[in-house]
Protein backbone atom coordinates (compact mmCIF):
# COMPACT_ATOMS: atom_id res chain seq x y z
CA UNK A 1 0.00 0.00 0.00
CA UNK A 2 0.88 3.34 -0.67
CA UNK A 3 0.82 6.01 2.02
CA UNK A 4 1.24 9.63 0.69
CA UNK A 5 1.41 12.63 2.87
CA UNK A 6 -0.75 15.71 1.99
CA UNK A 7 -0.72 19.56 2.05
CA UNK A 8 -1.34 19.32 5.59
CA UNK A 9 0.81 16.01 6.73
CA UNK A 10 -1.80 14.40 9.29
CA UNK A 11 -4.08 13.86 6.03
CA UNK A 12 -2.83 10.80 4.00
CA UNK A 13 -3.52 9.40 0.48
CA UNK A 14 -3.28 5.52 1.00
CA UNK A 15 -3.49 3.67 -2.86
CA UNK A 16 -3.76 -0.04 -2.40
CA UNK A 17 -2.43 -1.75 -5.52
CA UNK A 18 -5.10 -3.59 -7.89
CA UNK A 19 -4.05 -6.46 -9.64
CA UNK A 20 -6.36 -6.83 -12.92
CA UNK A 21 -6.94 -9.61 -15.87
CA UNK A 22 -9.25 -10.66 -18.08
CA UNK A 23 -11.69 -11.45 -15.31
CA UNK A 24 -11.57 -8.21 -13.30
CA UNK A 25 -9.82 -7.40 -10.56
CA UNK A 26 -8.65 -8.05 -6.94
CA UNK A 27 -7.54 -5.47 -4.39
CA UNK A 28 -6.68 -5.52 -0.59
CA UNK A 29 -8.33 -2.29 0.35
CA UNK A 30 -7.36 -2.45 3.97
CA UNK A 31 -4.63 -4.15 5.84
CA UNK A 32 -3.75 -3.52 9.57
CA UNK A 33 -0.58 -5.37 9.58
CA UNK A 34 0.71 -4.28 6.26
CA UNK A 35 -0.41 -0.49 7.25
CA UNK A 36 1.12 -0.56 10.27
CA UNK A 37 4.34 -1.63 9.13
CA UNK A 38 4.34 1.94 7.79
CA UNK A 39 3.18 3.63 10.96
CA UNK A 40 -0.37 3.60 10.42
CA UNK A 41 -2.16 2.06 13.42
CA UNK A 42 -5.60 3.10 12.91
CA UNK A 43 -8.52 1.00 14.82
CA UNK A 44 -11.94 1.48 12.98
CA UNK A 45 -14.80 0.48 14.34
CA UNK A 46 -17.71 0.87 11.61
CA UNK A 47 -17.71 1.15 7.57
CA UNK A 48 -20.66 3.21 6.16
CA UNK A 49 -21.54 3.36 2.84
CA UNK A 50 -23.60 6.44 0.92
CA UNK A 51 -24.79 6.82 -2.40
CA UNK A 52 -25.17 10.49 -3.90
CA UNK A 53 -27.45 10.03 -6.87
CA UNK A 54 -26.76 13.13 -8.51
CA UNK A 55 -23.49 15.13 -9.66
CA UNK A 56 -23.02 18.64 -6.91
CA UNK A 57 -24.20 16.26 -4.03
CA UNK A 58 -22.47 17.86 -0.91
CA UNK A 59 -22.49 15.87 2.02
CA UNK A 60 -20.18 18.49 5.09
CA UNK A 61 -18.61 19.77 6.58
CA UNK A 62 -18.90 17.13 9.33
CA UNK A 63 -16.91 16.12 12.74
CA UNK A 64 -17.69 14.26 15.71
CA UNK A 65 -16.56 15.91 18.96
CA UNK A 66 -15.30 14.65 22.32
CA UNK A 67 -15.96 12.16 23.92
CA UNK A 68 -16.75 10.50 20.16
CA UNK A 69 -14.11 11.43 18.18
CA UNK A 70 -13.73 9.84 15.10
CA UNK A 71 -10.80 9.33 11.72
CA UNK A 72 -12.27 8.63 8.62
CA UNK A 73 -10.63 6.36 5.98
CA UNK A 74 -12.67 7.09 2.53
CA UNK A 75 -13.17 5.59 -0.56
CA UNK A 76 -15.14 5.48 -3.30
CA UNK A 77 -16.21 2.22 -5.28
CA UNK A 78 -18.60 3.58 -7.95
CA UNK A 79 -18.12 7.25 -9.71
CA UNK A 80 -16.11 10.43 -7.94
CA UNK A 81 -15.53 12.94 -5.00
CA UNK A 82 -13.78 16.01 -4.65
CA UNK A 83 -12.70 15.36 -0.75
CA UNK A 84 -11.73 17.55 2.04
CA UNK A 85 -10.06 18.14 5.21
CA UNK A 86 -10.20 21.08 7.31
CA UNK A 87 -7.57 21.03 10.49
CA UNK A 88 -9.96 22.86 12.92
CA UNK A 89 -7.37 22.01 16.25
CA UNK A 90 -6.85 25.16 17.66
CA UNK A 91 -3.39 25.83 18.00
CA UNK A 92 -2.48 23.63 15.28
CA UNK A 93 0.10 25.26 12.54
CA UNK A 94 -2.05 24.65 9.53
CA UNK A 95 -5.53 25.50 11.54
CA UNK A 96 -8.13 26.62 8.87
CA UNK A 97 -6.24 25.14 6.22
CA UNK A 98 -7.77 22.12 4.34
CA UNK A 99 -6.03 19.08 2.24
CA UNK A 100 -8.00 17.46 -0.78
CA UNK A 101 -7.94 14.82 -3.14
CA UNK A 102 -10.28 13.24 -5.93
CA UNK A 103 -11.23 9.78 -5.28
CA UNK A 104 -13.29 7.87 -7.54
CA UNK A 105 -13.23 3.91 -8.99
CA UNK A 106 -10.82 4.62 -11.53
CA UNK A 107 -7.75 6.23 -9.30
CA UNK A 108 -8.74 3.77 -6.15
CA UNK A 109 -7.25 5.96 -3.54
CA UNK A 110 -8.58 6.38 -0.23
CA UNK A 111 -8.13 9.61 1.76
CA UNK A 112 -7.42 9.55 5.98
CA UNK A 113 -9.16 12.61 7.88
CA UNK A 114 -7.98 12.31 11.59
CA UNK A 115 -9.78 13.30 14.54
CA UNK A 116 -9.79 17.32 14.74
CA UNK A 117 -10.32 17.80 11.24
CA UNK A 118 -13.75 18.62 9.01
CA UNK A 119 -14.64 16.09 6.59
CA UNK A 120 -17.02 16.65 2.98
CA UNK A 121 -16.75 15.79 0.38
CA UNK A 122 -18.91 16.82 -3.33
CA UNK A 123 -19.40 14.34 -6.03
CA UNK A 124 -18.08 14.79 -9.40
CA UNK A 125 -20.21 12.30 -11.14
CA UNK A 126 -23.35 10.52 -11.27
CA UNK A 127 -24.52 7.58 -8.56
CA UNK A 128 -20.69 8.15 -6.80
CA UNK A 129 -20.92 5.35 -4.11
CA UNK A 130 -18.76 6.54 -0.80
CA UNK A 131 -17.62 3.98 1.82
CA UNK A 132 -15.70 4.57 4.91
CA UNK A 133 -14.38 3.34 8.03
CA UNK A 134 -14.66 5.22 11.09
CA UNK A 135 -12.91 5.05 14.28
CA UNK A 136 -15.27 5.99 17.01
CA UNK A 137 -19.49 5.13 16.91
CA UNK A 138 -22.00 7.32 15.69
CA UNK A 139 -22.79 9.69 18.62
CA UNK A 140 -25.54 11.74 17.60
CA UNK A 141 -24.87 14.28 20.67
CA UNK A 142 -21.36 14.67 19.56
CA UNK A 143 -21.80 15.48 15.81
CA UNK A 144 -20.90 18.71 14.64
CA UNK A 145 -21.05 20.74 11.48
CA UNK A 146 -20.07 23.75 9.36
CA UNK A 147 -21.36 25.32 6.81
CA UNK A 148 -19.59 24.12 3.57
CA UNK A 149 -19.09 27.55 1.91
CA UNK A 150 -18.03 29.47 5.30
CA UNK A 151 -16.07 32.28 3.74
CA UNK A 152 -13.28 32.17 6.05
CA UNK A 153 -12.36 28.80 4.62
CA UNK A 154 -12.65 29.64 0.77
CA UNK A 155 -12.92 25.90 -0.19
CA UNK A 156 -13.15 25.40 -4.04
CA UNK A 157 -15.96 23.32 -4.31
CA UNK A 158 -16.28 21.73 -7.63
CA UNK A 159 -19.62 22.99 -8.06
CA UNK A 160 -21.64 26.10 -7.95
CA UNK A 161 -23.12 27.25 -5.27
CA UNK A 162 -26.53 27.87 -6.71
CA UNK A 163 -26.23 24.00 -8.07
CA UNK A 164 -25.08 22.13 -4.62
CA UNK A 165 -27.53 19.75 -3.34
CA UNK A 166 -27.23 19.35 0.62
CA UNK A 167 -29.15 18.33 3.11
CA UNK A 168 -31.44 20.76 5.28
CA UNK A 169 -28.98 20.02 8.18
CA UNK A 170 -26.25 21.50 6.18
CA UNK A 171 -27.61 23.73 4.93
CA UNK A 172 -27.88 25.62 8.26
CA UNK A 173 -24.74 24.58 9.54
CA UNK A 174 -22.73 27.89 11.25
CA UNK A 175 -19.97 29.30 10.04
CA UNK A 176 -16.53 27.51 11.98
CA UNK A 177 -16.33 31.12 13.69
CA UNK A 178 -19.67 30.96 15.91
CA UNK A 179 -18.32 27.32 16.62
CA UNK A 180 -16.99 26.81 20.14
CA UNK A 181 -13.45 24.89 20.11
CA UNK A 182 -13.71 21.43 19.44
CA UNK A 183 -10.30 20.34 19.87
CA UNK A 184 -6.75 21.21 20.62
CA UNK A 185 -3.72 20.43 18.43
CA UNK A 186 -1.61 18.28 20.76
Known amino acids: MKIEPQKIPEVLLITPPKFGDSRGFFSETWSAAKLAAQGFNEHFVQDNHSLSAQVGTIRGLHCQAAPSIQ ?6 IKGAIWDVAVDIRQGSPTYGQYAA ?9 Q ?12 TIEPNTEVIYKV ?18 LNLPWPVDSGKALLSDKDLIAPRLSDCEPWFTYQ
Do not use: M, Q
Open 71 to 76: GKLVRV
Open 101 to 109: AILSEANWA
Open 111 to 122: LWIPGGFLHGFC
Open 135 to 152: TGDYDRAAERAVIWNDPS
